[in-house]
């Protein structure tokens, strides 16, 4: 799929299938918004804002308040493509919400899914 593309689909859309990707492993709506919290630095009360606006993914990382000084931790990978390995830094971004929902998903606990 083009960068482009990926970049204006609907947030709140890729929101709800992240969601549901971590909650059909048994992991809780709560784990997955703090998990996206602390890759982005948005408050628990801006997500939910978000819900329903009409935000594009990629402005949504764009506009991350505070970014994780941490996330260069993340490693691994994600449909075949190591995310540290990404050129495009929006894409990276992107990947990394990804690679720590796959986390939460398996059942990684948040501690080192947060890189504590």
């Known amino acids: ?4 593309k990926v970049y204006g689909m609907d947030f709140t859309k890729i929101y709800q299938l992240l969601l549901n990707k971590a909650m059909k492993k048994g992991r809780t ?7 996206i919290r602390w890759l982005t630095g ?3 009360a ?4 978000m819900q329903g606006q009409n935000i594009s993914y990629g402005d949504f990382f764009r506009n991350a308040p505070k ?3 941490n996330r260069h931790l993340i490693k691994g990978a994600v449909c ?8 495009d830094p929006l894409m990276r971004e992107i990947r990394y919400l990804d690679k720590l929902i796959d986390e939460l998903a398996k ?9 504590k």
């Not at 709506?29 to 998990?35: G, H, S, T």
């Not at 801006?46 to 804002?49: A, D, P, R, Y």
């Not at 493509?81 to 050129?87: C, F, H, L, S, T």
């Open 1 to 4: 799929m083009e960068n482009n």
């Open 80 to 87: 075949g493509v190591r995310v540290e390995n990404i050129e």
């Open 42 to 44: 948005y408050s628990q």
């Open 67 to 69: 970014p994780n000084e």
């Open 46 to 49: 801006e997500l939910e804002s």
């Open 29 to 35: 709506k709560e784990e997955a918004d703090e998990v």
């Open 107 to 115: 059942g990684k606990s948040m501690d080192k899914i947060l890189r």
